[in-house]
């Protein structure tokens, strides 16, 4: 099966400071990947997705890096908020799974005043 | 708001019973996906339907089954519940089969005493 892990499972941040989740993943074939935020008691929210064929894809205040090389993907959060503390999840989708997605455990983000 | 809904929020019930969860997917999109996350887990892949099919299963128990109806909405039957089904279960949602951003519902609360 597919293998999609988080480096930390924990990472607190002072507000306004930057913050960087990470994520690895197993299967190279994958092409299609996708951060999500969780807060508590809700259901995960899309923040940003980036394809293969790209290495990096800013959003709001959210940029994704992708390295193939190393299969590595990574969230950065820019002036990080007290609003985005949560977990976040990557997941990863390859060619012939049809459209499922591969999750990992997840990073909890919490954001210090 | 995705725009995916989900009834009940929560859901209460004994060990051996039966219940019904449902999901409306967004306006337009084909696919829905079940997920289960339990304490402390990751968003563990159940099954998913296309346009009334089945497409694929993940790591659903012979106890649980799912449908999903003429207009596209889906139900998740889940039997003879153990303790070890309690768990949040989320729906989502995507237009197309393949390489698409899973839209996710605010999930149901399930708690088998």
């Known amino acids: 099966g597919e293998s999609v892990g988080l480096h930390l499972p924990t990472l607190s941040v002072q507000e306004g400071d930057n913050s960087i989740i990470n994520c690895a993943y197993s299967?190279?074939?994958?092409?299609?990947f996708i951060w999500y935020k969780q807060e508590s008691g809700k259901g995960p929210q899309f923040i940003i997705d980036i394809r293969s064929n790209m290495d990096k894809r800013q959003g709001q205040r959210v940029t994704v890096l992708l390295n193939k090389t190393v299969k590595h993907l990574s969230l950065q959060i820019a002036a990080t908020q007290p609003g985005d503390s949560a977990v976040y999840f990557c997941?990863?989708?390859?060619?012939?799974?049809?459209?499922?997605?591969?999750f990992g455990t997840g990073t909890s983000l919490t954001v210090i005043p | 708001d995705s725009g995916v809904t989900q009834t009940p929020k929560h859901l209460i019930t004994a060990t051996g019973q039966r219940v019904t969860l449902r999901c409306s997917p967004r306006s337009g999109d084909l696919s829905v996906y079940w997920y289960q996350q339990s304490l402390d887990q990751g968003l563990q892949f159940l099954i998913q339907y296309y346009n009334g099919e089945e497409r694929a299963k993940g790591n659903i128990l012979e106890r649980f089954s799912a449908q999903q109806f003429p207009d596209l909405h889906s139900e998740l039957n889940l039997s003879s519940l153990e303790l070890g089904d309690s768990a949040l279960y989320f729906c989502?949602?995507?237009?197309?089969?393949?390489?698409?951003?899973?839209?996710f519902g605010p999930g149901t609360r399930l708690t088998v005493l």
């Open positions: 989502a949602s995507s237009p197309i089969r393949t390489g698409a951003t899973q839209y």
């Open positions: 299967n190279s074939a994958s092409d299609y």
């Open positions: 997941a990863e989708n390859g060619p012939n799974t049809g459209n499922q997605f591969y």
